[in-house]
């Protein structure tokens, strides 16, 4: 811990994957990316002090969308009358797929990063929140992975170095939105 309270943690990237992702009966999909999770997701980011908050989708349209959705925050007039949105929107990139970011990271860094994925669904050998605290303390650049729609591929689960343990609710249900799990999760890695 640094004198302050908070941890003091390698450069956390937060990913929010739309491809490939699960529908509620179990396919693969792309889903489409949403304006409230581009920028609450943005603010919290920039709220923990995370590096980089990277949407990952195949369309070509949801990029050009998402790019333009930014773009008005960042070198537009929202940013002009919002410059804290700003702040917030400058830590989004867009790329085609996770592949791509975890390659980004080890070029900029020159480390491969620990890649942990999140998931609703109770897994083996979930990484607790203790474990998680301390991987960003060991310095290596940490993927933090977050997947839209009912959650990412058994395939993303798999190629993880880890899977962080679910937020859990105390109840049956345990759906939550994934802007509310991003934050959630940040508070419990990052958090005094």
């Known amino acids: 811990m640094s004198g302050d309270g908070n941890v003091t943690q390698a450069d956390l990237h ?9 529908n509620k009966t179990g396919e693969t999909i792309c889903s489409a990316v949403t304006n409230l999770d581009i920028h609450d997701i943005a603010r919290t980011s920039r709220t923990f002090g995370v590096k980089g908050y990277y949407i990952v989708t195949t369309l ?6 998402t790019e333009k959705i930014v773009a008005h925050w960042t070198t537009g007039r929202g940013g002009e009358l919002n410059p804290a949105r700003k702040e917030a ?10 592949d791509d970011v975890v390659a980004e990271i080890r070029n900029e860094s020159g480390q491969t990063p620990c890649v942990v994925a999140t998931s609703a669904r109770r897994c ?8 998680g605290r ?3 303390m060991e310095g290596r650049p940490m993927v933090l992975i977050f997947g839209t729609a009912w959650g990412v591929t058994d395939d993303v689960i798999a190629s993880a170095d880890h899977v962080l343990e679910p937020v859990d609710g ?3 249900y345990n759906h939550l939105p994934v802007r509310a799990a991003v934050a959630i999760i940040l508070d419990r890695l990052l958090g005094r």
């Not at 929107?89 to 996770?98: A, N, Q, Y």
Request: hydrophobic share 45%; aromatic share 2%.
């Open 14 to 22: 937060v990913v929010l994957v739309h491809h490939p992702v699960r």
């Open 60 to 65: 070509e349209d949801q990029k050009v969308l």
């Open 89 to 98: 929107l400058e830590l989004v990139k867009i790329r085609g797929s996770l």
């Open 124 to 131: 083996a050998d979930a990484l607790s929140w203790q474990a």
């Open 134 to 136: 301390e991987c960003l």
């Open 170 to 172: 105390g109840t049956h």
